[in-house]
């Protein structure tokens, strides 16, 4: 079956201009996260989806970072006013079930969207 | 919070065996993964340990010590396609979070020579 789909694979803005960046999980799967990847570096946490409970944004770097998940399935993310250290690879997760009730359930990872802000 | 040691950079060759530690400190352990990521591509799961001892599966093999905080990935027979980078992770369960966040340590890059 369809993978977890990112869009855009590459963005290039300006320094000030916002973005949006797209996620389709798993038909099914509940879970949903965002990471950010700088180059060279390991995944960074920036929020976690769950069914329909709020969302965990204790990884969001500054308010100016944002996302919705719409229907329980499509998640945005939006990052305002974008600066250059927001350049980095922003990967999207999903996994089936809530990982507090099936804890062993790996996250499926989509193919990410390269953010270059210049 | 928790901190993820693992070595940034390793080369081995080819037919070899490898041995990628790492290191954990958490307050409510629940899980460690290890994923692997080619250059440029998403990351894919290869193993989770959640109680102590050894999983083997096929070539890859994952060990877990939970009262040394301390995991290892072993890579048998490595093939050139090996040459990743891979990533440990670890799950803790604190307070209420029902998310049960993985924290993923920086990666190490291996490798793998002819």
């Known amino acids: 079956g369809a993978g977890v789909s990112q869009s855009p694979s590459n963005k290039v803005t300006e320094k000030g201009k916002d973005v949006e960046l797209r996620c389709d999980p798993i038909?099914?799967?509940?879970?949903l996260y965002w990471y950010r990847q700088s180059l060279g570096q390991g995944l960074e946490f920036l929020i976690y989806f769950q069914g329909n409970s709020a969302p965990d944004k204790s990884g969001l770097p500054s308010d100016r970072f944002s996302a919705e998940r719409t229907g329980g399935s499509v998640s945005t993310l939006t990052i305002q006013r974008t600066q250059q250290e927001d350049s980095a690879v922003y990967l999207c997760?999903?996994?089936?079930?809530?990982?507090?009730?099936?804890?062993?359930?790996?996250?499926?990872f989509g193919p990410g969207t390269r953010l270059t802000v210049t | 919070g928790q901190n993820i040691d693992q070595p940034t950079e390793m080369t081995a060759t080819e037919g070899a065996i490898v041995q990628i530690n790492c290191t954990y400190q958490?307050?409510?352990?629940?899980?460690l993964f290890w994923y692997q990521q080619h250059a440029g591509e998403a990351p894919t799961f290869l193993s989770y340990?959640?109680?102590?001892g050894l999983e083997e599966k096929g070539r890859f093999s994952s060990f877990l010590s939970r009262s040394k905080g301390y995991s290892y990935l072993l890579l048998k027979e490595l093939q050139m396609k090996d040459s990743a980078s891979y990533l440990c992770a670890v799950r803790e369960v604190w307070n209420n979070n029902a998310g049960n966040m993985l924290t993923f340590g920086g990666g190490t890059r291996l490798m793998v020579k002819p």
């Open positions: 340990n959640v109680l102590d």
């Open positions: 038909s099914g799967h509940t879970a």
């Open positions: 997760a999903s996994s089936l079930g809530s990982p507090y009730r099936y804890p062993s359930r790996e996250q499926y």
């Open positions: 958490t307050s409510g352990f629940n899980g």
